[in-house]
């Protein structure tokens, strides 16, 4: 029995140690003030089918949730949700947001802040909170693999052209599971 019991909780501390710890965007940047971390900001909506099996499929997996839980402060956002965002002194909002609406809803004013194009989204910020870079449409776990590892270890910057990001991408082994 104790064995049982022991196996339980090993298994279940295992398994918890897998999941992302998803903040809001304040609590990020407030996080970022003690110990500076990338942020990931996963933008998504409700009604969004790849949204969802983006969530099940890419952020339930244990080396992609691992990762950003070590490398990133990983924040969802609602881009049709009421939530209030203050971002470099500025405040966005959603005045349109319907809560009695079930599907599409009014897009949050932060969304076209941010410039995003589709859903989901994936927004990268520095550990300033200056933006670095959008990946729209949904990621595999050794797809997000390469935009997870390249922008933590800033080796975006180097690129002078695009022809220079795809001699990154070919030469990039992903080693996440799939």
């Known amino acids: 029995m104790r ?4 196996i339980l909780v090993l298994s279940f501390n295992a398994l918890s140690a897998q999941s992302i710890q998803w903040m809001t965007l304040a609590e990020a940047i407030e996080a970022q003030k003690t110990n500076p971390k990338k942020i990931m ?6 009604w969004c089918g790849p949204c969802k099996l983006m969530d099940k499929n890419t952020f339930q997996n244990r080396d992609v949730a691992a990762y950003i839980s070590k490398h990133y402060y990983a924040v969802k956002f609602n881009a049709e949700g009421n ?6 002194g500025n405040e966005f909002s959603n005045p349109n947001y319907d809560p009695e609406k ?3 809803n009014a897009t ?3 969304t076209q802040y941010l ?7 994936v927004i990268f910020m520095s550990e300033t909170n200056d933006l670095i870079m959008p990946l ?5 776990p050794q797809q997000i693999e390469l935009f997870l590892k390249m922008i933590k270890q800033g080796d975006y910057m180097i690129f002078t052209k695009p022809e220079d990001f795809e001699k990154y991408k070919k030469s990039f082994i992903p ?3 799939g």
Do not use: C, M, W
């Open 3 to 6: 064995l049982f019991f022991l």
């Open 41 to 46: 900001i996963d933008v998504y909506t409700n």
């Open 83 to 88: 939530e209030k965002i203050t971002y470099f």
């Open 102 to 104: 079930k599907g599409r």
């Open 108 to 110: 949050h004013q932060f």
């Open 115 to 121: 410039g995003v194009k589709g859903y989901p989204s």
């Open 136 to 140: 729209v449409g949904y990621q595999k």
């Open 175 to 177: 080693r996440f599971r």
